[in-house]
């Protein structure tokens, strides 16, 4: 697939870099050979009729970035109708081909802050998982520090007046600040960013108070670290932010592995249909084309063995077929 290529060549778009590249790929989906590649016509025009496409929308993790998303593609014209799935991160768009191009509703939707990626990108699985890689690192450096953080903290908790002297007490947080700051600057960064983009484009979103939360106690916690005696106080809230941190992207891991355990389960479905098929032709003879000429109306031959290209009706023969991949279907029909 030739649009795959500008997609997959990097994990996420940077606006310096990455748009001329990014801007490339979209111009290659105007292409009308590919837009069967992510969907279907619905009118028998496929040059200046309506399609239906899906495609997969990137950085969205609730159910006002959905919102966000269905609004900025229902502002494109030519676009019909939008239908955003924030569990599944996919989109079902319908469009009319005379009125728009594809590239036009994907960049309408970046601009929102939200890149959409085809469905059927060859690069998907591989992006996924680094994704799905980079998280669990996130993941594992927020627990390891939560761990070591509460660990100092604790004598604090436990300690009676004169227990601890204060040098003693100045040292814990600032071992604590200092294992504080990989959480802040790595584990931290999917929330940082999608506030700046929500701040950029003038709205809230889940993660703007999430943001905000996490950099006011770390301020408030670095200020009580280098000076107890300022007007900030001198309590420190370093183990709570870093609980905290941890117990949202064990979340959001959760999350990325239930989605990517049903996005790669769909995926072994769609693999499992057949590249080319037997269609009649109008000599009568069978001719070996691509799944993606098949047509309403076309009549196929499926050899054993074979999996069906699309939903239709046995009018010749006598048939068994896996459905379900446990349950079978019987169909006898004879022309």
């Given at each position: 697939m030739q649009a795959a290529l500008p997609f997959g060549l990097t994990g996420r778009l940077d606006p310096a870099t990455d748009d001329r590249a990014a801007r490339?790929?979209?111009?290659?989906?105007?292409?009308?050979?590919?837009?069967?590649?992510?969907?279907?016509?619905?009118?028998?025009?496929?040059?200046?009729?309506?399609?239906?496409?899906?495609?997969?929308?990137?950085?969205?993790?609730?159910?006002?970035?959905?919102?966000?998303?269905?609004?900025?593609?229902?502002?494109?014209?030519?676009?019909?109708?939008?239908?955003?799935n924030a569990a599944s991160r996919r989109?079902?768009?319908?469009?009319?081909?005379?009125?728009?191009?594809?590239?036009?509703?994907?960049?309408?939707?970046?601009?929102?802050?939200?890149?959409?990626?085809?469905?059927?990108?060859?690069?998907?699985?591989?992006?996924?998982?680094?994704?799905?890689?980079?998280?669990?690192?996130?993941?594992?450096?927020?627990?390891?520090?939560?761990?070591?953080?509460?660990m100092y903290a604790y004598p604090a908790y436990i300690a009676q007046p004169g227990d601890m002297t204060p040098d003693a007490a100045q040292l814990l947080r600032w071992a604590s600040w200092v294992l504080t700051m990989p959480v802040m600057l790595f584990s931290c960064g999917p929330f940082f960013r999608s506030a700046l983009r929500d701040l950029r484009l003038r709205r809230i979103g889940m993660d703007l108070p999430v943001a905000l939360g996490i950099a006011i106690t770390f301020v408030v916690s670095t200020a009580a670290t280098f000076g107890s005696e300022g007007p900030l106080g001198g309590e420190v809230y370093f183990d709570s932010l870093t609980m905290f941190v941890f117990f949202l992207l064990t979340g959001r891991w959760l999350e990325t592995r239930l989605r990517d355990r049903t996005a790669g389960a769909l995926e072994a479905l769609m693999n499992r249909l057949p590249d080319s098929v037997e269609r009649l032709g109008t000599d009568g003879t069978f001719t070996r084309v691509a799944v993606r000429r098949l047509a309403l109306g076309d009549v196929v031959r499926v050899l054993p063995g074979e999996a069906f290209p699309a939903d239709g009706i046995v009018i010749v023969g006598d048939t068994t077929a896996d459905g379900s991949g446990a349950n079978f279907l019987r169909s006898r029909t004879t022309s």
């Open positions: 490339a790929g979209w111009s290659l989906l105007d292409d009308p050979a590919e837009w069967s590649s992510f969907g279907c016509a619905l009118d028998g025009d496929t040059a200046a009729g309506r399609w239906e496409s899906q495609v997969v929308v990137e950085g969205m993790h609730c159910a006002a970035c959905a919102f966000t998303v269905e609004a900025a593609l229902a502002q494109v014209p030519g676009v019909l109708k939008v239908e955003v989109a079902r768009i319908v469009w009319s081909s005379a009125v728009v191009k594809p590239s036009r509703w994907f960049e309408a939707s970046a601009a929102a802050g939200y890149r959409l990626v085809p469905a059927g990108d060859t690069f998907m699985r591989a992006r996924r998982s680094r994704e799905a890689k980079l998280a669990l690192w996130r993941w594992l450096v927020a627990g390891f520090c939560m761990m070591q953080v509460m």
